[in-house]
């Protein structure tokens, strides 16, 4: 059992910054991964990042080179930096975790969901 809480979201003006935080609550153990993930107004939810505990990442062509995922494991905190924000960026972000193997972006292994926090970037 997971639960997991989202922080940072907010407005942003193109080409800013942000950072979103997500903490972990749950088994000592953990997930085997964890990831972010955005859904805006119409649109199908998406990967945008996975991190696993080999510490492989995967990201999303969209944001490739902007975005970097990482974990502070003493705080047992996922984090969303996000650099050179498009508008296309907006959307509704969420952090996402999963026991399972995570090879690809794919929303359908992660069972356990934050509430999401919002991200708008403005032009």
């Known amino acids: 059992q997971l639960q997991l809480a989202e922080s940072g979201g907010g407005s942003v003006q193109a080409g800013g910054s942000m950072r979103l935080s997500c903490e972990v609550f749950?088994?000592?153990?953990?997930?085997?991964?964890v990831g972010w993930f955005r859904q805006a107004p119409g649109k199908e939810r998406e990967g945008v990042t996975v991190?696993?505990?080999?510490?492989?990442?995967i990201y999303a062509d969209s944001v490739k080179g902007r975005f970097t995922i990482s974990k502070d494991y003493a705080k047992n905190t996922l984090y969303l930096q996000m650099n050179s924000l498009k508008p296309e960026d907006t959307a509704m972000y969420y952090c996402?975790?999963?026991?399972?193997?995570?090879?690809?972006?794919?929303?359908?292994?992660?069972?356990?969901w934050g509430q999401g926090t919002q991200v708008t970037v403005s032009s």
């Open positions: 749950g088994p000592s153990y953990g997930p085997n991964c």
């Open positions: 991190l696993d505990t080999d510490s492989r990442t």
């Open positions: 996402a975790a999963t026991w399972r193997h995570c090879m690809d972006l794919g929303t359908e292994k992660y069972n356990f």
